[in-house]
């Protein structure tokens, strides 16, 4: 099964960013988290019906640009034969599996097109 369930839009100035949504679409102040990697601040969650979450994102090399916002599908519980499942169709890993701790694990692919997304699977 398809389907998305986080997305990142990268940013330069995380609280302009989050003025910005916060003032088009009417939602709540959320809190910058920083890890000393990354800024990020939570728009939705994606416990909140299951939808897909979305997230702010200030990290090196993760820069804005008119191509998108990054996009996590789930891959269930096996981010490792998903992996392989990648390189074997012809695509390339570019961040291998990355744990997140109690938030699940991820990874940066890209497809046979040259698109870049994330594999995302829960703890």
Same mark, same amino acid.
């Given at each position: 099964?398809?389907?998305?369930?986080?997305?990142e839009?990268?940013v330069?100035?995380?609280?302009?960013?989050?003025?910005f !949504?916060? *003032?088009?679409f009417?939602? %709540?102040?959320g809190e910058?988290?920083? $890890? #000393?990697?990354?800024? @990020?601040? /939570?728009?939705?969650? /994606?416990? %909140?019906?299951?939808a897909p979450?979305?997230?702010?994102?200030?990290?090196?090399n993760? %820069?804005?640009?008119?191509?998108?916002?990054f996009l !996590?599908l $789930?891959? &269930?519980d $096996?981010?490792?034969?998903?992996?392989?499942?990648v390189?074997?169709a012809?695509?390339? +890993? +570019? @961040?291998?599996k @990355? *744990?997140? #701790?109690?938030? &699940?694990? !991820?990874?940066?692919?890209? $497809?046979t %097109? &040259?698109?870049?997304?994330?594999?995302?699977? !829960?703890?």
């Open positions: 099964m398809l389907k998305p369930v986080w997305i839009v990268p330069k100035d995380i609280n302009r960013a989050a003025k !949504y916060q *003032s088009v009417q939602l %709540e102040a910058v988290a920083n $890890d #000393g990697v990354r800024e @990020t601040i /939570t728009l939705v969650n /994606t416990s %909140e019906g299951g979450g979305i997230s702010l994102n200030k990290t090196a993760f %820069e804005p640009s008119d191509k998108g916002m !996590y $789930d891959v &269930g $096996d981010m490792l034969n998903a992996l392989t499942r390189t074997a012809g695509g390339t +890993v +570019v @961040t291998p @990355t *744990s997140m #701790g109690a938030a &699940g694990s !991820y990874a940066a692919v890209k $497809d %097109e &040259g698109n870049l997304f994330g594999l995302y699977c !829960y703890p």
